[in-house]
């Protein structure tokens, strides 16, 4: 008989109405994704042959094709480097404009192109007059960097 006396002071204790309580949280997720550029040589040279003919007339003309793509619409930035002692000067053609190395290389902006593009260009290696016929590093290195 004494548990049903604590049962009813139970019941007496709970309210008639139950209403649920309702919490309401919000989690807001955000992303950053960083702006990368790469470029890939497609069918770019390791090496270049000099021949007496070349150091006759001072300059070697060499190709190459590089793949570029980036993940942002607002274009990249080409880093040209070039090594001293095989060239007196190395000029890029195929970018609209011929670009000429400087000591420390070159940086063209690409703006607003397509996210994936492939340069053919062009090399003048203007040849340093003391260089031999014989085989050589290309002397032009090319990195991208995202805008």
């Known amino acids: 008989m004494r548990s049903v006396w604590l049962l009813l002071a139970l019941l007496a204790c709970v309210p008639t109405q139950v209403e649920a309580d309702t919490q309401r949280t919000e989690l807001r997720v955000s992303t950053y994704v960083a702006p990368v550029a790469r470029v890939d040589a497609a069918d770019a040279p390791g090496t270049f042959v000099v021949t007496a003919a070349d150091l006759t007339v001072g300059y070697k003309d060499v ?64 040849l340093a007059s003391d260089l031999r016929p014989g085989e050589y590093p290309l002397p032009v290195s090319v990195a991208a960097t995202a805008l």
């Open 63 to 126: 190709s190459a094709r590089y793949r570029v793509s980036t993940n942002t619409a607002h274009g990249y930035l080409l880093q040209f480097s070039g090594r001293s002692g095989l060239t007196r000067a190395i000029e890029v053609r195929g970018l609209g404009a011929p670009v000429e190395l400087g000591v420390f290389g070159a940086d063209v902006a690409q703006f607003n192109g397509p996210r994936r593009a492939e340069l053919n260009l062009n090399y003048r290696l203007h």
